[in-house]
């Protein structure tokens, strides 16, 4: 179990190729870890506009 911390953690701080942005660079990081599923919950409620105070 140490040996396979170890290789995981040495794979994580070795980049292959330059990400050109966060997005990328997360989703390359987490489909050589084997990928992450989130369970997230429906969204009930439309999206609204923000209301900002009047200067």
């Known amino acids: 179990m140490e040996a396979e911390i170890r290789d995981d953690l040495a794979a994580s701080i070795v980049e292959d190729t330059p990400a050109n942005d966060l997005f990328t660079a997360l989703t390359?990081?987490?489909?050589r870890s084997g990928g992450l599923e989130l369970d997230l919950p429906a969204v009930s409620t439309a999206p609204r506009a923000a209301t900002l105070p009047e200067r």
Do not use: A, K, N
């Open 28 to 31: 390359d990081r987490f489909t």
